[in-house]
């Protein structure tokens, strides 16, 4: 008879994406749903709130097997660079402009990895930056500032 585990890892996991998006699931209900023809509010967030859910599920569903693999390295370096460049990116990008917002973002991104030569990180969020402003400013004609106030003298 096999004996089923749950692997915690996944485990965890799915039970983060389940309550997360229980959460959302439910501030998204205090704003109009509207119909899928006429979408309200709080219909585009409910609905990636419930495929937040189906995901968890669907990743607790994996998690159950026979054998459970621990827990392994943390990759904290990865966590404390990956994370917040693009909190970094939301609270600079009005005050700095598009250009320079991006392309530090990127800049303090790459060095998650520990491979990552400086001279190589300056070139790939140059090129991300080029890449960047070639789309979204002029590509797709938004508006964003490429140059900020906090940028002018």
């Known amino acids: 008879m096999k004996s089923y585990s749950i692997d915690k890892t996944n485990g965890l996991c799915a039970a983060f994406f389940i309550g997360l998006g ?41 998690a159950i097997k026979e054998e459970s693999e621990p827990i392994g390295h943390i990759a904290w370096r990865g966590m404390f660079l990956i994370l917040p460049a693009p909190i970094f990116f939301g609270l600079t990008v009005r005050g700095l402009g598009f250009v320079p917002s991006i392309f530090l973002t990127s800049l303090i991104a790459s060095f998650a990895s520990q491979k990552m030569k400086p001279l190589t990180a300056l070139l790939l969020s140059a090129g991300l930056t080029v890449f960047a402003v070639a789309v979204f400013s002029y590509a797709l004609g938004l508006p964003f500032e490429r140059f900020g106030p906090w940028t002018r003298f």
């Open 22 to 62: 229980v959460f959302f699931a439910a501030q998204s209900l205090d704003l109009d749903l509207g119909t899928a023809f006429r979408m309200g509010p709080g219909y585009f967030p409910f609905i990636l709130a419930l495929l937040l859910v189906l995901l968890g599920i669907v990743v607790l569903i994996s």
